[in-house]
């Protein structure tokens, strides 16, 4: 049995007299542990496959199942409660609390899962450390780097080993050096801990650390490319011989 299973997943919307359909008919099989990429151009569908695996959002038809349990069966509530437990977002804007520490922004998930503000700060301040901030956990946002933040943001997907660790766009803002670095950071924490990975980009370039690369067009997976295949492409791109 795969970790995610994704059967026939459709997601329509009503858009004045006319039906856009963000999701046509998706189905997809994922492994724990793996990472995946969603690429593909604005309007592929992409970041609604995203939210619909996260339970965001509910579908027109089909379903998302981790393991036996079926998202489309949960209240609102139970979905809410599976995320807190299981999920982490890495955003592209970040979405830091302008007023609360690296370390208070960290611990923060920790809250909903009631852990206890001693046990929080101390596993916000060892993930903290592992990404490179541990003379920047009492500074706010606004006194760190782009790249610091995103590290913060990270830490904060990260925080207490959730299983599944969905990012959209997270290396959108920063440049290449800082993008390649932070990709590196996911790569290893994820690696470390078996996580499951789900990121959407628009950089073909950021999909070289993950095992699929799922490529996206009007609602459908139009094809998939495996590790080795990533390899090779991302390769003949870099010495001109594929556009």
Same mark, same amino acid.
């Given at each position: 049995?795969?970790?995610?299973?994704?059967?026939?997943?459709?997601?329509?919307?009503?858009?004045?007299?006319?039906?856009?359909?963000?999701? =046509?008919?998706?189905? !997809?099989?994922?492994?724990?542990?793996?990472? &995946?990429?969603?690429?593909?151009?604005?309007?592929s569908g992409k970041s609604t496959l995203l939210n619909q695996l996260a339970g965001l959002e509910r579908p027109t038809?089909?379903?998302?199942?981790?393991?036996?349990?079926?998202?489309?069966?949960?209240?609102?509530?139970?979905?809410?409660?599976?995320?807190?437990?299981? &999920?982490?977002?890495?955003?592209?804007?970040?979405?830091?609390?302008p007023n609360f520490t690296a370390i208070e922004n960290v611990s923060l998930p920790l809250v909903f899962k009631g852990?206890?503000?001693?046990?929080?700060?101390?596993?916000?301040?060892?993930?903290?450390?592992?990404?490179? !901030?541990? =003379?920047?956990?009492?500074?706010?946002?606004?006194?760190?780097?782009?790249?610091?933040?995103?590290? @913060?943001?990270?830490?904060?997907?990260?925080?207490?080993?959730?299983? &599944?660790?969905?990012a959209d766009e997270p290396t959108g803002n920063l440049d290449t050096k800082t993008s390649f670095e932070v990709m590196?950071?996911?790569?290893?924490?994820?690696?470390?801990?078996?996580?499951?990975?789900?990121?959407?980009?628009? =950089?073909?370039?950021?999909?070289?650390?993950?095992?699929?690369?799922?490529?996206?067009?009007?609602?459908?997976?139009?094809? &998939?490319?495996?590790? !080795?295949?990533?390899?090779?492409?991302?390769?003949?791109?870099? =010495?001109?011989? @594929?556009?």
């Amino acid at each position: 049995m795969s970790y995610i299973e994704v059967k026939n997943l459709k997601k329509y919307y009503k858009i004045g007299g006319s039906i856009i359909k963000a999701l =046509d008919g998706i189905n !997809l099989e994922i492994e724990k542990g793996e990472f &995946i990429s969603l690429l593909g151009t604005s309007g592929s569908g992409k970041s609604t496959l995203l939210n619909q695996l996260a339970g965001l959002e509910r579908p027109t038809s089909g379903y998302v199942k981790y393991k036996n349990i079926n998202l489309n069966s949960l209240k609102e509530e139970e979905i809410t409660k599976f995320r807190n437990l299981n &999920i982490g977002f890495v955003f592209q804007q970040y979405n830091l609390l302008p007023n609360f520490t690296a370390i208070e922004n960290v611990s923060l998930p920790l809250v909903f899962k009631g852990v206890k503000k001693s046990e929080r700060f101390k596993q916000a301040k060892e993930i903290l450390e592992k990404v490179g !901030l541990k =003379d920047r956990m009492n500074n706010r946002p606004n006194e760190l780097s782009g790249g610091q933040q995103q590290r @913060v943001s990270i830490a904060r997907a990260f925080v207490g080993k959730p299983s &599944i660790i969905f990012a959209d766009e997270p290396t959108g803002n920063l440049d290449t050096k800082t993008s390649f670095e932070v990709m590196e950071l996911i790569k290893e924490i994820i690696t470390e801990n078996n996580q499951t990975m789900i990121m959407v980009t628009h =950089d073909e370039e950021m999909t070289e650390f993950s095992d699929r690369v799922l490529f996206m067009r009007d609602g459908n997976i139009e094809k &998939i490319h495996e590790k !080795l295949k990533i390899e090779q492409v991302l390769k003949e791109k870099k =010495d001109g011989i @594929v556009e």
